[in-house]
């Protein structure tokens, strides 16, 4: 069973920043390339920054420069530094698996005002 837990989220005007943190019990963890997703109302959820097991990362271009992935893997844990929020970054932020994720934890409500 795979059980992932995120939390750090909030309300932030824009400008702002917020750390993301995640719990992720995935077997194989430190060799398991992981992400951080976002989804709104309506969209499909999409990937916004990816991480592998050696701490090699990839970024969505619309938050390149601004959201920092992270990972820390004796705690199993995947952190998403997020600066320079704008309001286009309101979402719930999840974090998974990047190769057929399969089970999703509730997310984190990220709402940045203008």
């Known amino acids: 069973q795979v059980q992932l837990v995120e939390s750090g989220g909030g309300l932030v005007q824009a400008g702002g920043s917020l750390r993301l943190s995640c719990a992720a019990s995935?077997?194989?963890?430190?060799?398991?390339?992981m992400g951080w997703y976002r989804q709104t109302p309506g969209k499909q959820r999409e990937l916004v920054a990816a991480?592998?097991?050696?701490?090699?990362?990839n970024y969505a271009h619309s938050v390149e420069g601004r959201f920092t992935i992270s990972r820390i893997n004796a705690e199993n844990t995947v952190y998403l530094q997020m600066n320079n929020l704008q309001p286009e970054d309101t979402a719930v932020y999840y974090c998974?698996?990047?190769?057929?994720?399969?089970?999703w934890g509730q997310g984190t409500q990220v709402t940045v005002s203008s």
């Open positions: 998974n698996i990047l190769r057929a994720p399969t089970y």
């Open positions: 995935v077997i194989n963890f430190s060799n398991t390339p």
């Open positions: 991480i592998s097991g050696g701490g090699s990362t």
